[in-house]
């Protein structure tokens, strides 16, 4: 999705997964200064959020970002927000017009979860943030469609925008999809926005998304179908062209020379 997104202007991917359960660490091309440079703390000017962000190479030239920790496995493991809002905050500050956020929750756990504890989950702060459209991923398999299943229950009765989200079937072999994944995606398609089925790729079930720029033109046409169905429901909920989005004021020069200086 960040590739295909890229055509159109800066993209980036947000890991916001802890550093020693993440993968993007290692699939990045070139290694940025990571989110350990970004101080919660202190104010960052745009040119230091760029700096952290890593690049990946995508087919015919393009590439795409990712903000990820790089510290090395035996540091001391940051402490990253869990307000979606501080990620789209520093999304914003960094310019970048299409963010797609990996995130680690499973969504149906997260939902119970946050409802026997009375407040919001982490899949509906997600949701509620602007001009965002959920995705939800599962294997094209005949457990990963009932997982899938009980998470859109879980989401219906939570109040979540089923009406914007877009479903990625991913296949785990060859051939076609068994028969209780087709009977799911025609069922789920009545539900949500869309349903895209992202074909089996060797080549990232061996290496990940390192060398993505070897992934096959068939996965890439997915990421592709997957970008213009989220921007297609962002169009169908919020209008064509979209609405520009806020973003935070830049730092005076006054404010960057202060927040460079460490106090006594």
Known sequence: MAAAFSDAGPSV?????PRLTSPWPFWCAEPGAGLASIP??????????????????????RAWQVLTDHQEWSSAPLSLPTDPAAWHQLAAAGGWQAVIADTPEAVAQDLITARCAGH???????????????????????????????????????????????IALTATGEGRPPSPVRAAAAMLRSHVFSVINVP??????????????????KTLAAGYDLAKAVLASAHQVWG?????????????????VASEKVPA
């Open 200 to 217: 089996h790729d060797p080549h990232i079930r061996t290496y990940g998304m390192s060398d993505s720029h070897r992934i096959r033109p």
């Open 120 to 166: 919001a989950g982490q899949a509906a702060s997600w949701c509620s943030l602007p001009f965002a459209v959920p995705v939800l991923c599962a294997a094209a398999t005949g457990p990963g469609v009932q997982a899938l299943q009980v998470a859109v229950k879980a989401a219906v009765a939570e109040g979540l925008p089923l009406q914007r989200m877009v």
């Open 240 to 256: 064509h062209p979209l609405p520009a989005a806020r973003t935070p004021a830049p730092l005076s020069s006054d404010a960057r």
């Open 40 to 61: 919660p703390d202190r104010p960052a000017t745009r040119q230091r959020i760029r700096e952290a962000a890593s690049w990946c190479p995508a087919p015919e030239g």
């Open 13 to 17: 991917v947000l890991d916001t997964t």
